[in-house]
């Protein structure tokens, strides 16, 4: 069954909005600083081309790249892109037809003392500069995961904070004969796939992964006044969408397509920030156990996604998926039962032959 689940449009436009609004606001005082000729141009053209290449270029081809490649790569591309916009305003603009034919422009020494000029250089070199320093940061947010960063530097949770979060136990099946079939070094690099296709969809309902524990992903979303944008159950049917279309890549390269199966629950949990020689932020409470400790019984209760009751009202299901409840089920180590809902594509015909919408997919290079 195809399930017509919501495509994150929304969050794709935020996206190319945030990287067109920073990089014509660092153009733009790059361009003002030292030239002003034809620069709101350069600062549009390069906010509009860095959103191609990180929401469709890089995307399409599956790049994922080091971090100094990374920053090498985007760095080359911004500076051409200021380069070729130059170049091409020179021509349009008041100097270029000035000399009456656009390429007689381009081929006098207006052109050459132009693009010789001191003010290009410094254009060129501040963009360079400051394309650096951007990924740079983003390549250390990568590293600690969105949002752990910020709250690092801003010392939001150096004193202890009570907050409601919800938490995903996501948890590739069979990980031991796979790990057998592939051997060490295949099994490691079928785990950094799974691990990135899992990426796009998290960010696409607003979580972030708190940690990997072998073949196991945590996923949590902090709860403002107890709903969701949209409901963290999303994750993993847009995950579903995301494996599916590289079906042909897993069965090449490993001749294994990712099982998983997943647990969810949300409540009141302490959050924190531990370490000296490492920092990172830790959540600690029954909602984590809880989380944990569901999934672990989703092989015994014939369920992919197991769902808390406590998480089942966070946001609205996603059309074509319904919650079929388990009853109340005793889990390991905690007293009283947790109410439990199995939650998969709906079995109405009225979801059948509805195009599932993909999320967009990110590329963290």
């Known amino acids: ?64 790249l080091a971090p100094v490649p990374a920053i090498t790569l985007r760095t080359a591309f911004y500076v051409g892109v200021t380069a070729a916009v130059l170049t091409v305003t020179f021509g349009l603009g008041p100097r270029g037809a000035a000399q009456g034919d656009v390429w007689q422009a381009y081929a006098g020494d207006a052109f050459r003392d132009f693009a010789t000029s001191g003010s290009n250089a410094v254009v060129l070199g ?12 983003r390549q250390v947010r990568l590293v600690l995961g969105p949002g752990t960063l910020s709250a690092l530097v801003l010392d939001r949770y150096r004193v202890p904070v009570r907050e409601e979060r919800a938490f995903l136990f996501l948890d590739l099946t069979d990980s031991t004969g796979l790990a057998q079939r592939l051997g060490p070094a295949a099994y490691h690099a079928f785990k950094n796939d799974f691990f990135a296709d899992v990426a796009g969809p998290v960010l696409a309902t607003g979580g972030r992964i708190t940690q990997y524990v072998g073949d196991e992903v945590v996923v949590t979303w902090r709860v403002t006044g107890g709903r969701l944008a949209r409901h963290p159950a999303e994750t993993l049917f847009l995950l579903d969408d995301a494996v599916a279309r590289r079906t042909g890549h897993y069965r090449q390269s ?108 990110l590329v963290l290079a």
């Open 126 to 137: 501040l963009v360079a500069l400051a394309s650096v320093i951007v990924n740079g940061a």
């Open 254 to 361: 490993y001749g294994e397509v990712p099982v998983y199966k997943a647990g969810l629950h949300a409540g009141g949990v302490v959050t924190a920030e531990v370490g000296t020689l490492k920092k990172d932020l830790v959540h600690t409470g029954d909602a984590v156990n809880v989380a944990a400790r569901t999934e672990g019984q989703s092989h015994a209760l014939g369920a992919r996604l197991l769902v808390s009751e406590a998480a089942l009202g966070l946001a609205a299901l996603p059309g074509g998926v319904e919650a079929e409840p388990v009853g109340e089920v005793g889990l390991r180590g905690r007293t009283g039962g947790v109410g439990l809902y199995r939650v998969g594509p709906s079995a109405s015909p009225a979801s059948d032959g509805l195009a599932a919408e993909s999320p967009a997919t």
């Open 1 to 64: 069954m195809t399930l017509p689940l919501r495509h994150p449009l929304a969050w794709t436009v935020r996206a190319a909005a945030g990287f067109v609004v920073a990089w014509t606001a660092i153009s733009f005082a790059v361009a003002a600083t030292v030239f002003d000729a034809s620069s709101d141009i350069v600062n549009v053209a390069l906010g509009l081309a860095s959103a191609w290449l990180e929401l469709s270029y890089f995307p399409r081809r599956g790049l994922r």
